[in-house]
């Protein structure tokens, strides 16, 4: 199971640009690429409210009626302009190739809202290498709940055993710890100033093709 944003794919300048369309049909304070990379990882929701504080804190004084109609242009922003400048990391699709190759099943686990997952993959050719996909909009519970991940083992037969969650967040790592499953965490992406290491996921990897090494040992 593979996290998507900051783990298989590099989405921040798409997600920044809808982000700052949003703030500026608000007239609000815009802010650059490099602020939104610590305010991505527990969804749209969080993340646009993050942008109308202009902090990782939300503003408690944010209006109800405010948040949701940010939300929504940003949503509408966004679904019109998915993936423009996303990439993937160095060594995803040669990895994710290799592994299915291999006869392991690959899913994403993301808490991205899921009307964005297919599109998403569809542009960079990751589709015919995902078997299963799960939003944080799917279940009723996101990272770092557990309940992605193991309804993740469910839909494949599974036991949490036989399975690995890699991903660059401390949502990813302790919804593993969650789940009873084992995690890999990598050292790039968007952790919010985590340091992952101190979190104990099972092997800690600076380049994707890493991960190959870790099935291994």
């Not at 304070?29 to 202009?54: E, P």
Request: net charge negative; hydrophobic share 40%.
């Amino acid at each position: 199971m593979f996290d998507l944003d900051g783990t298989l794919i590099d989405s921040v300048k798409d997600i920044a640009t809808s982000a700052n369309y949003m703030l500026k049909t608000l007239d609000r304070s815009q802010f650059n690429t490099d602020d939104f990379r610590h305010w991505i990882g527990d969804g749209a929701t969080v993340m646009v409210n993050r942008a109308l504080s202009g902090n990782r804190t939300i503003n408690p004084d944010l209006s109800v009626e405010l948040k949701r109609h940010a939300r929504q242009i940003f949503i509408d922003h966004y679904l019109q302009h998915p993936c423009v400048n996303t990439e993937l990391y160095p060594q995803v699709k040669e990895t994710l190739d290799a592994l299915k190759s291999q006869g392991f099943k690959l899913a994403i686990v993301t808490n991205k809202p899921s009307a964005f997952i297919e599109p998403i993959m569809a542009k960079l050719s990751l589709t015919p290498l995902i078997d299963y996909h799960i939003g944080g909009d799917s279940l009723c519970e996101k990272k770092p709940h557990p309940m992605q991940l193991l309804h993740c083992c469910e839909h494949f037969n599974i036991t949490p055993e036989h399975a690995l969650m890699v991903g660059d967040s401390a949502n990813d790592v302790v919804a593993a710890q969650n789940a009873n499953i084992q995690s890999v965490a990598v050292s790039y992406g968007y952790h919010g100033g985590v340091d992952l290491t101190t979190l104990n996921p099972c092997a800690f990897i600076n380049q994707f093709n890493q991960l190959l090494n870790v099935l291994k040992s």
